[in-house]
Every structure is written in C-alpha cells, then in structure tokens.
Nanobody
Framework: QVQLVESGGGLVQAGGSLRLSCAAS????????VGWFRQAPGKERVFVAA????????GYADSVKGRFTISRDNAKNTVYLQMNSLKPEDTAVYYC???????????????????WGQGTQITVSS
C-alpha cells in the first residue's frame, strides 16, 4: 500500500498563491497516477487536477485551468499542486489520491482512486 500525506495548506488572500505537497511512503509514487480533489463545506469532493505515472499527461478541472499546475518529483516521491490567483471559491479541504497502475491512466472520478491522504485546509479570504 501507499500512504499519502498532504501539506502546505493555510490561509491566503484572494489573488495569492500556495503550493500543496503530497508525500508518499510505502511505495514508489512514480508507479501511480495521482490526483488532487477538493471538498468545500456541505459539498461533494470534486476533481481538481491529476497527473499520469509518466508525467506525459495531466488533466484539470475547468475551474482551475490556467491557475493551478500539478507536477511530480519522483526523486522526492512527492506530487505538488501549485495554486496561483486563488479565489474565495477555492476554499476547501484538498486531498491527494493515488491510483494503481493496473487501473490505467489518471481518472477524474473520485472512485477511480484507492489511496487517499487526510486532506489539508485551504482558506482564501476576499
């Protein structure tokens, strides 16, 4: 199994930036497609961004395209989510998730991931 731990959350003003980290242990994260999801209070957990195992492809929710960038550092066994031009509507708990290679490339569906971190809170003030 792979264990995931998110970090980098916090409070930021609108227009600011944050970088989230998703550090893995137990397995080599380069073997897994990795996604970021977020859940706002009272709402469902939704897809934000994902990267394939080979880093050859990435995907983003329309709401974050052009503002967020997902990347991975295989040497550090970590995936990042760089978030720029943050808006109050980005406020949520952000989760990273890993998907075993047997299931193919990354998914934009929550059920497509087996392993999840505990989440990190992002609050964007207006």
């Amino acid at each position: 199994q792979v264990q995931l731990v998110e970090s980098g959350g916090g409070l930021v003003q609108a227009g600011g930036s944050l970088r989230l980290s998703c550090a893995a242990s137990g397995r080599t994260l380069s073997s897994y497609a990795v996604g970021w999801f977020r859940q706002a209070p009272g709402k469902e957990r939704v897809f934000v961004a994902a990267t394939s195992r080979s880093r050859s492809s990435t995907g983003y929710a329309d709401s974050v395209k052009g503002r967020f960038t997902i990347s991975r550092d295989n040497a550090k066994n970590t995936v990042y989510l760089q978030m720029n031009s943050l808006k109050p509507e980005d406020t949520a708990v952000y989760y990273c998730a890993a998907r075993s290679p047997v299931y193919g490339d990354y998914s934009k569906i929550r059920a497509g991931y087996e392993y999840w971190g505990q989440g990190t809170q992002i609050t964007v003030s207006s």
